[in-house]
């Protein structure tokens, strides 16, 4: 399924800007679970929530991350409808001013070769 320029430009800046809020997101319970897991009380309530919260977060919210931004790009259909390469960022952009897609060189807009 092709698209148009507009609404590729639309999908890249909804993606980065999502972007940013999943990062804000995920860094705040990053640094929320290592400051409470700091200061609160030892053998407290807290203290065991954020013992018990800790190896989770730490180990699974990076590849957590990873998968959602892969996802999202699939979701939003931000790949080239021929190769199915990325379409995002620095790679969107291109291909928001050539036309074309930065792996296979095809036309990535309707009505446009
Ligand atoms: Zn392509």
Not at 45 to 54: H, I, L, V
Request: charged share 25%; hydrophobic share 45%; proline share 4%.
């Amino acid at each position: 399924m092709k698209m148009t320029r507009d609404s590729l430009q639309k999908l890249v800046g909804e993606y980065r800007r999502e972007g940013r809020w999943n990062a804000v997101f995920f860094f705040t319970l990053f640094f929320g679970v290592i400051i409470g897991d700091s200061i609160s009380t030892p053998g407290s309530e807290p203290a065991r929530f954020f013992a018990w919260a800790f190896f989770p977060v730490m180990l699974g919210l990076f590849p957590a991350m990873l998968v959602y931004s892969l996802l999202r790009i699939r979701i939003k259909g931000l790949v080239c409808p021929r190769c199915r390469a990325r379409l995002i960022g620095e790679l969107g952009e291109q291909a928001i001013a050539s036309g074309r897609c930065w792996k296979c060189g095809d036309g990535v807009f309707d009505g446009e070769k």
